[in-house]
């Protein structure tokens, strides 16, 4: 199985270096790690979960670091063991470039082979599981570096409101002027808010001004309908008869 490929980390070069050689960082970043031991300045042993389509396996295994040229990178060189589910060997080279004072890139090729009863799988499933794992790997070790801090641009300044009551007659003249629909004037002896209701004569920019409509409602034009809305013929009220002979007029005209 051989896999290559490449990540932009946003974090400077020797940062992206001590992440890659912490085994904290390495823990929380592999898929199903359950431990990440150091054993020496360039060795390292871990526990890991695998489930690859039908199987799961735990694997204990060994890591080696060699060819060390920090922090431009290093080759790495392990093997582990599934106990009755088979093992799996390999290495990778893994490349640093710094592209910015704080974005690297990282370069990875991987060579592995599987054998016993995950290499009976086939090849395609093994691959696609490896390349997930991969995936999923530099996705948890990205985020495990916070996004560069960007300056925030200066927030306009808020208007200051105008006090109506501290500017008296001036704060009444200025909001004349706006011809909104509705205006409030400060004095509360002035006529009422102007409002689309009814029209009297134009205003001071020439449009028609709408004021509240003054005529009083007229209680008695409506008494004939609360009248109609009391009867109750036969005991029953006028809007039960209404209703019922609307009925017969609707099954009369599905019926006939």
Known sequence: MEMTGERRIPAPRQQVWDALNDPEVLRASI???ESVEREGEDQF?????VKIGPMSAKFAGKVKLQN?????GYTISGEGSGGAMGFAKGGADVALAETGPAETLLNYNVKAQVGGKIAQLGARLVDSTAKQMADQFFDRFTAHFPPPETEASPQPE?????DATANGESGVAQRAQTNTDTEYLAHS?????????????PSASG??????NPRPVDTEALRPLRLLTTMQPFGFPLQFWIGGAAMLVIAALMFL
Do not use: M, Y
Not at 207 to 212: A, D, K, L
């Open 68 to 72: 060390i040229n920090a922090p431009a």
């Open 45 to 49: 042993k871990a526990r890991v979960s």
């Open 31 to 33: 898929p199903g790690c």
């Open 158 to 162: 808020a208007a200051t409101p105008v």
């Open 207 to 212: 449009r028609p001004v709408h004021r509240p």
């Open 189 to 201: 002896e002035a006529a009422g808010p102007l409002t689309q209701h009814g029209a009297d004569g």
